[in-house]
């Protein structure tokens, strides 16, 4: 080190969240490009390894690992606080009586919106897909629920120090939606019937637990109604689209 030389800390933060996109970015191309070349002169051994049948799950895996594990090695680095992360200094009782009456808007908010789409789409294929919104096992809602959460505040983390905690979670909610769009597997599904309304779903919910966050500072109340709101909406959502 270079005596008398240091790196504000933010800077630092920032190098880790443009590694972090590249890898993201990366790692979704190179998948992206065995799956487009698969079947085309391949050996028996790359056919076979292609075929095993745990790849999802590994994928899944890798996925949450990354999800969690980044921005937990970040905090425990010290690039990010824990406060601008929302896990300390917490003040619970104001915070679980906005985050309450804000959950509360948003359910028939969300539920409004998707009664709406319902209407405008009535007698299409589409109706049928959401049926596969939102997780109904608790095990399942609470998994996508953290690593969704553990991005999101991973992102706060970084861009709140630079503009405060409104502008910055905002900020950060950009990332959040404009992030994944570097893959050509969410490009894909953007274009797809079924997969786009689960896409605009997720989306919905990063904008809630956005706001959540700015009313609470607390991840773990948006950590709670975003699995809530996945439980509750993917019941819900099927039934008033149908209608």
Known sequence: MIPGFSIDHRLIALGWLVLYAGLYALAAMITWHFREVRGRDE???????????????????????GSVGVPYSALLSGVVS???????????????????????????????SWWTYGRAISGSSAEVSVSLIGHRRLAHAMTFALADE?????????IVPWIG????????LLLALGLPCLSPWIRARLRRVGSRELLL?????????????????????????????????????PIVVQR
Do not use: E
């Open 82 to 112: 824990p406060l601008d992360m929302g896990l300390i200094q917490l003040d619970w009782l104001p915070g679980i009586a906005r985050g309450a009456a804000w959950g509360v808007g948003s359910f028939f908010l969300l539920a409004f």
């Open 150 to 158: 553990c991005r999101w505040t991973f992102y706060r983390g970084i």
């Open 165 to 172: 905690q409104y502008y910055g979670a905002y900020a950060a």
């Open 201 to 237: 779903f997720r989306a919905s919910l990063a904008v809630v637990s956005t706001t959540a966050f700015v009313l609470t500072g607390n991840f773990w109340i948006c950590l709670a109604l975003h699995v809530l709101l996945d439980i509750s909406l993917s019941y819900l959502i």
């Open 43 to 65: 050996k028996p051994l790359v056919t076979r390894l292609r075929s095993w049948p745990h790849w999802r799950l590994l994928g899944r895996a890798l996925w949450l690992v």
